[in-house]
């Protein structure tokens, strides 16, 4: 046996309570939290606070949008010209679902190099046959500021925990969607993603 090898175990006894054991309370969910709950956390992601399991994406095709001026389908996706109008989406809740926090990604492309901010408000809803359409309150994406370089591509996500109009037992999910922040100009919203 090496001189060292006998202290090992009681070493790892010693550690194995720190190890594993939860924190006597959680920080607070800081604005600085929350945007890093929401940045993406695929394989090789570092520094991101939450990993989900399972991970789905609609082509923005599949997106339902307003019958405005403001759309207009392309072969990448759907351009939207103006700031004004609403895309939306609605899936059945996965069968593997088993509650807690969604994140939703929206990947897109600048078409103008104007300034400004780019920043998604979506209001998130679950329903079941028979209830009647009603929303609540809605979170917002991660704040960019534009590029200011035409074609550059960008992605946002946003956190959405069950409550206020959300829950995990509703069979259908619904996600309205309309531009904030100061950019005014076009972009084309390519694909969404649904981690959970």
Same mark, same amino acid.
């Given at each position: 046996m090496k001189p060292h090898a006998a202290w090992i175990p009681a070493l790892l006894l010693a550690l194995a309570p720190a190890a594993f054991a939860e924190p006597a309370t959680r920080s607070a969910d800081t604005p600085e939290r929350l945007a890093r709950?929401?940045?993406?956390?695929?394989?090789?992601?570092?520094?991101c606070l939450v990993k989900y399991k399972h991970l789905l994406t609609y082509p923005a095709h599949a997106l339902s949008y307003s019958?405005?001026?403001?759309? *207009?389908?392309?072969?990448?996706?759907?351009n939207w010209v103006e700031k004004n109008g609403m895309m939306s989406l609605t899936v059945h809740r996965p069968a593997d679902y088993t509650g807690g926090k969604?994140?939703?990604?929206f990947f897109h492309q600048v078409l103008d190099d104007s300034a400004g901010d780019l920043k998604f408000n979506v209001t998130p809803m679950t329903f079941n046959s028979g209830n009647n359409y009603e929303t609540y309150?809605? *979170?917002?994406?991660?704040?960019?500021v534009a590029p200011e370089n035409l074609g550059t591509l960008l992605q946002q996500s946003? *956190?959405?925990?069950?409550?206020?109009?959300?829950?995990?037992?509703?069979?259908?999910?619904?996600?309205?969607? *309309?531009?904030?922040?100061?950019?005014?100009?076009?972009?084309r919203m390519m694909s969404v993603a649904l981690e959970y």
């Open positions: 709950q929401a940045m993406p956390c695929h394989p090789g992601t570092r520094g019958n405005t001026a403001s759309f *207009v389908l392309h072969q990448r996706g759907v969604i994140r939703l990604t309150g809605a *979170v917002s994406t991660n704040l960019v946003v *956190v959405i925990t069950p409550g206020n109009g959300f829950s995990a037992d509703g069979t259908w999910w619904y996600f309205d969607l *309309v531009r904030a922040g100061t950019f005014a100009g076009g972009l």
